[in-house]
């Protein structure tokens, strides 16, 4: 029963998540960075190059779907969408967590078949790795969705909202060692729109950990999403519903501690031109969940993905257009160009 109860959980999760009710009242703070307008870019639109590595694949830009459901039919029939669109336009893409599929005995093999040539990043919960059985169950994970790299959520605030949530955190970190230990797959450690410290960052790459996602507020928020499933406790929630780090905070913070460090920006990316701001302060890939979900459900219910590529198609096009206009040819140009941060000119050295 109480796997059944989770499938219906994650239902319920893509029905609230596309509400306006549950959009963060957080600002991800992209508009505070904004760059030196190039009037004479001396170069051919047509040239610009986007194209990346990660995890050993090339790209057409550093651009992934970011995680959002599974576990229930509809959530298979969303991430094969997913898959479909990602393999089609050349980018990454992450699974929602696997727990609820894998403990239904169901398989997410054919996303693989869908997806031969992109990386396909698995997921689990950080709280039930760190249970009994939690390092099995991320092998399964890996090996069921053959993935490239498996990314561990942190979502404290979630659970502690949550009815049915986990507020047990102790042995997160050792767990985390484990893995990233038994090197099945690198290790991606990932937020859920919260944020993730400079600090936190620091520890979770000592742990070892391949890349770490910010995942900052400004996005979908899933405090929200929980609250409205537990409204008798709303005055309870209250003060913590829009609680967390803004996503250009969390950059800020994570990639001028951790220089060199592979880091994922994520949480209230809109368009093209913030995902070329999270790349500008040094994240070496760009998520992006909750839009491309609701341009995959335009009616709220069956996958369209003629939609969802023409979504990415506008996004990579904005970034393009985000090179062209500061006088870049290419992303590693790019990380050169000229930003104001809140107006004031801002220097930082690129990662």
């Given at each position: ?5 989770a499938a219906a959980r994650k ?30 870019p001396e170069m051919d639109f ?267 198609e506008q996004i990579r096009e ?34």
């Amino acid at each position: 029963m109480a796997k059944r109860s989770a499938a219906a959980r994650k239902d319920a999760h893509i029905d609230l998540s596309l509400s306006r009710v549950t959009k963060s009242g957080v600002d991800g703070g992209f508009d505070r960075l904004n760059f030196d307008h190039c009037a004479l870019p001396e170069m051919d639109f047509a040239d610009i190059e986007l194209g990346n590595q990660f995890l050993g694949r090339r790209l057409s830009a550093p651009l992934m779907i970011g995680a959002m459901t599974g576990g229930t039919p509809r959530a298979e029939a969303i991430n094969a969408a997913l898959a479909e669109v990602a393999q089609t336009q050349k980018i990454a893409f992450a699974v929602g967590s696997q727990r609820a599929a894998l403990e239904l005995g169901q398989s997410a093999k054919s996303l693989r078949v869908l997806a031969p040539d992109i990386p396909i990043i698995g997921n689990l919960g950080a709280v039930q790795l760190a249970q009994r059985g939690g390092l099995d169950l991320a092998r399964a994970a890996i090996d069921d969705l053959e993935a490239d790299a498996i990314a561990i959520h942190l979502n404290p605030l979630q659970e502690v909202i949550q009815p049915e949530g986990e507020r047990d955190w102790r042995g997160v970190s050792a767990a985390i060692k484990a893995l990233v230990d038994a090197a099945i797959a690198p290790v991606i450690v990932k937020e859920v729109g919260a944020g993730i410290s400079g600090d936190i960052a620091a520890q979770l790459f000592d742990l070892g950990v391949s890349a770490v996602d910010v995942a900052g507020a400004g996005g979908t928020n899933w405090a929200r999403i929980e609250a409205a499933r537990h409204s008798q406790h709303n005055d309870l929630y209250n003060p913590f519903l829009d609680w967390g780090m803004a996503t250009i905070d969390c950059l800020l913070a994570v990639t001028s501690r951790c220089t060199d460090r592979l880091v994922i920006a994520s949480g209230g990316v809109r368009h093209g031109l913030d995902a070329m701001r999270g790349y500008w302060l040094g994240a070496g890939m760009v998520s992006i969940a909750g839009p491309m979900l609701r341009h995959l459900l335009q009616d709220g219910k069956t996958p369209t993905v003629p939609d969802l590529v023409d979504f990415v198609e506008q996004i990579r096009e904005q970034m393009r257009m985000t090179l062209f206009l500061t006088g870049a040819s290419d992303l590693a140009s790019f990380r050169g160009v000229t930003a104001r941060l809140d107006g004031q000119l801002f220097n930082r050295v690129a990662g």
